[in-house]
Each structure stands twice: as structure tokens, then as C-alpha cells.
């Protein structure tokens, strides 16, 4: 004699165990991806204080630079820097304040101009700021 089987709705528990794996995959991929934007995330924050803290130190060294010369620019104050400060957030940053004369050598030439670079670098990121200054 034959058994009748009666229809039955669901899910089998093989249709289940892949449906589960799927979305495993999923929420794995999903994780990765979390993660990979909060890290860089976390490198364009330090990247913009970093960039900050250059533009700040170009500007503070262009009016040091300018004030220092009043007469103009000259041989004398051309010069490069290098100084490592602790940085709160971000570690022990370098910075390399660059001053010079780029008009001065040519006669009756602009000889109050002065072009001031600061690059500041943190563990292999490297942000430069240039400006002319008189």
C-alpha cells in the first residue's frame, strides 16, 4: 500500500544550511568592507590634521621669514629646517621648513620675495605646503 505524502510549505533543512552560508558570505564581506572604510577613514582624519598643521607652520614661518629680513631677501636667509615634534593624535611628526630667495641672484630683480615650503611626513604620508612670501 502507498503512503500518501501531504505537501508541507518551508524551507528543507538543505535549502536552509545554503541560505545560511549565503548570508554568511554576506555579513562577512559586509565586515570587511566596514572595516576598510573605517581605516580610511581614520587615514584622511590624520591626513587633514596633518595638512593643517603644515599650512599653520608655512604661514608662521613666512611672516617669521619676512619679518626677520626686512631689508628683502637675501643669501642669509635662505636656509632649511628640520624639526620632529609629538603630535597629539597622530605621533611623532617631521617637518621641513624650506626658505628662499628664488628672485634674489638677478639684478633689479624682486628681491623682497621669498618662497617659504614646509612639508610635514607621519609614517610614510607626506604633505607639502608652498607659498611666496615678501
Do not use: W
Not at 621648513?97 to 641672484?105: E, M
Request: proline share 3%.
Amino acid at each position: 500500500m502507498m503512503i500518501a505524502r501531504r505537501l508541507e510549505h518551508g524551507f528543507t533543512a538543505v535549502e536552509l544550511l545554503i541560505t545560511l552560508f549565503i548570508a554568511s558570505i554576506f555579513l562577512f564581506a559586509g565586515y570587511q568592507l566596514f572595516t576598510q572604510v573605517m581605516r580610511d577613514g581614520a587615514g584622511a582624519d590624520k591626513d587633514a590634521e596633518l595638512s593643517s598643521l603644515a599650512y599653520e607652520r608655512m604661514r608662521k614661518s613666512a611672516l617669521d621669514a619676512s619679518a626677520a629680513s626686512p631689508a628683502g631677501c637675501a643669501a642669509t636667509s635662505e636656509g632649511t629646517t628640520t624639526t620632529t615634534e609629538p603630535v597629539a593624535g597622530i605621533g611623532n611628526v617631521t617637518f621641513i621648513v624650506t626658505i628662499d630667495c628664488p628672485y634674489s641672484t638677478t639684478p633689479g630683480s624682486l628681491t623682497d620675495v621669498f618662497l617659504v615650503k614646509v612639508e610635514a611626513s607621519h609614517n610614510g604620508r607626506k604633505v607639502e605646503h608652498a607659498t611666496f612670501s615678501n
